[in-house]
């Protein structure tokens, strides 16, 4: 089993709608995770992160995380073609910085 | 953040070659990664470069095939050595921020390799 578990699938939705991400994860010891946004022919930059359970919202972002169930989730509302990009779910802990990168989803926002 | 520049952006190379990427950053910092992006898969990290100790390999990697060279604490060098087409992919460095937990990348390297 990967550590990190992404459904590459790509992802087209209309612009204004609810763009919905997840990961699973196996590492019980991951307490830091994190979304990325990569635009074709960049590097990835950060979006959210959040330390242990709970939910971040940031403008029309909010990242969930449910330690329980060892599942992550993404949520962009009131999507924007300038969304459109592949968004790549990381984690860390147990002691190391080493980061765990999810295979990334490309959403594709249409005007 | 801290702010990566990466040289080159991208090359093509033939088999047997080897080349090398640059990695620079505007302010000071302990630790640089250097990851692969192969299409379709995740960013695997390769290893990790200390200033003034050998890199940290990964599982699957090995300094002869990527030496790595971390001479002062804002830059940092990866080779990829003896090329085959399987190196083919995205080659990116990346850094450790303060205050925010999180990573600044680099815009990385696209080498394809011929």
């Known amino acids: 089993q990967k550590e990190v578990e992404q459904d590459p699938g790509p992802l087209s939705v209309p612009e204004g709608a609810i763009v919905s991400l997840n990961c699973t994860y196996s590492n019980s010891a991951f307490q830091y995770f994190m979304w990325y946004r990569q635009y074709s022919r960049k590097g990835p930059e950060l979006l959210m992160y959040t330390y242990s359970s709970g939910n971040k919202e940031d403008g029309r972002f909010t990242a969930q995380v449910d330690k329980s169930s060892k599942y992550i989730s993404l949520f962009i509302r009131d999507s924007q073609p300038s969304d459109s990009a592949t968004y790549l779910c990381a984690m860390s802990g147990g002691g190391n910085n080493r980061l765990a990168f999810g295979k990334g989803n490309q959403v594709v926002v249409i005007p | 953040s801290a702010v990566i520049s990466q040289k080159p952006s991208r090359d093509i190379c033939q088999r047997g070659t080897s080349l090398t990427i640059q990695c620079q950053v505007d302010s000071q910092v302990t630790m640089m990664f250097w990851y692969r992006q192969q299409p379709g898969q995740s960013l695997t990290l390769i290893a990790t470069?200390?200033?003034?100790?050998?890199?940290?390999?990964e599982s699957g990697f090995v300094i002869d095939k990527f030496p790595i060279s971390r001479p002062n604490l804002t830059f940092s060098t990866l080779t990829v050595s003896n090329m085959s087409p399987e190196d083919s992919s995205i080659y990116l460095c990346s850094v450790e921020y303060r205050g925010d937990y999180g990573y600044t990348f680099g815009s990385g390297t696209r080498l394809t390799v011929v």
């Open positions: 470069a200390n200033q003034g100790s050998e890199a940290t390999y």
